[in-house]
């Protein structure tokens, strides 16, 4: 139930993206094209060779993580997007969120619930077919599940999570929203902020404290499912964004909402320890969509300055151009491989934490780097809004912030790095 809670909170944040790679991705990790007519070269020799030999970073058919089937789907996620999205890309960012009928739309495509199981009305494919779509289902009860899932993996209903508050961002035991015990049901209180498809969604996964007496913050977290419709459950305005325009984002508000222990999510208290678990791969997919994302901006770079003119003839003929062209190329390749090298480890369970981190800090910064380069190297050009690359640099600025702030991220790492050392 957790997991797809997680999946349309996701999706909601890249369904808002204006290129086609933004959402490709959340089948497989890997980036895609915006031109209608993208290349597929792959296999050679029955080897399938690594993106940084092919023509281009997004062409369909390389990295050794998937087959022709995956290929051929892939195929298939494009060109609904490209049919489906794009058209509306423009409306949605200034309207500050998307149709509701897009996910339907999605669903009807098999588009959503990609590694849900099968008996709880998902597909029952894996993680790197998803890539973006939680694997895990243990927290939610069998009655949670039937109520739920099918609607959320055909797309007529959408789910947010409902963590951050006002004075709690990236940490989570600062929490303040309270749900206190009433008989066997529980009454909540509280407010939260920045919830992405938090507009848009009918039900939504809330993050309280159930135990103020725990030994600790963590011990005493709760998860609950609200619906929409619940008295006392307000949203409140859309909230301008400089990027990511057409996700909503807005705050929630939860006055004395009643709800029943069939409400809560997993355990009592366990909720913080369920956050956790589901954090690393959070963290992995925001590097898989940085990935994509950069490969997206070399490539609408390269073909710009194929084609731009100065002084007589293309950009790409001067050799400061195809200098930084071969910098971004092999930062993206490097980037590619150790996520890819991540989205393995996933498939077996043996990304841990520390890992996750590295790659959503390195990923996530060479994206805004990739993609002050690209608008650079379009000069002018760049710098309207209604370009491709201008929306891409704006949507790089987040990354970075949330998932975890990279500067918190750090710290995680630093903590494991220093652990052996602090035992001695």
């Known amino acids: 139930m957790f997991s797809i809670a997680k999946q349309s909170f996701l999706f909601g944040r890249k369904l808002a993206g204006i290129s086609v790679p933004r959402v490709c991705f959340l089948h497989y990790g890997a980036s895609s094209n915006v031109v209608a007519n993208a ?16 023509p281009k970073l997004t062409d369909i058919g390389s990295r050794t993580l998937f087959g022709p ?4 789907f892939r195929e298939t996620v494009r060109k609904f997007f490209q049919k489906e999205i794009t058209p509306h890309s423009q409306a949605w960012n200034e309207r500050g969120y998307t149709d509701k009928e897009i996910w339907e739309k999605a669903g009807s495509c098999g588009l959503l619930g990609i590694n849900i199981p099968e008996e709880h009305g998902g597909i029952g494919g894996s993680f790197a077919d998803a890539c973006i779509i939680m694997e895990e289902h243990k927290y939610g009860s069998e009655e949670q599940k039937q109520k739920y899932i099918p609607d959320m993996t055909a797309g007529k209903k ?34 939260k902020i920045f919830i992405s498809t938090g507009w848009l969604a009918d039900v939504v996964v809330v993050v309280a404290v159930t135990n103020k007496e725990a030994k600790s913050a963590a011990h005493g977290i709760s998860l609950f499912i609200v619906d929409a419709d619940t008295p006392g459950f307000k949203k409140s305005w859309l909230m301008k964004k400089i990027g990511l325009g057409a996700s909503d984002t807005a705050g929630l508000f939860f006055e004395d909402v009643r709800l029943p222990a069939s409400a809560l999510l997993g355990e009592e208290n366990k909720g913080f320890y369920y956050l956790m678990n589901e954090l690393p791969q959070e963290r992995l997919l925001i590097g898989v969509h940085a990935c994509a994302q950069s490969e997206f901006m070399f490539e609408e770079t390269k073909q710009y300055v194929m084609q731009r003119k100065a002084y007589g003839k293309t950009l790409s003929n001067l050799q400061t151009i195809q200098h930084k062209l071969a910098e971004m190329k092999t930062e993206i390749c490097v980037a590619r491989a150790f996520i890819d090298q991540c989205i393995a480890l996933h498939e077996v369970q043996q990304l841990d934490a520390q890992m996750a981190c590295m790659a959503k800090i390195w990923v996530s910064e060479l994206e805004n780097k990739i993609a002050a380069q690209c608008l650079q190297l379009h000069g002018e050009a ?27 991220l750090k710290d995680l790492i630093a903590r494991q790095i220093l652990a052996p050392a602090k035992k001695i």
């Not at 006002?166 to 035991?173: E, K």
């Not at 710098?383 to 500067?407: C, F, H, K």
Request: hydrophobic share 30%; proline share 4%.
């Open 158 to 191: 959408i789910s947010a999570i409902a963590m951050t508050e006002p004075d709690a961002g990236s940490d989570l035991q600062g929490i303040k929203s309270f749900a206190r015990k009433d008989g066997s049901d529980y009454i909540l209180n509280g407010s």
């Open 69 to 72: 089937e995956q290929d051929s």
């Open 39 to 54: 290349v597929k070269f792959g296999s050679h020799d029955g080897q399938r060779r690594p993106t940084a030999k092919m």
């Open 382 to 408: 760049g710098y309207l809004y209604d370009t491709p690359i201008a929306r891409a640099y704006l949507d790089a600025r987040v990354q970075t912030i949330y998932g975890g702030s990279n500067e918190v």
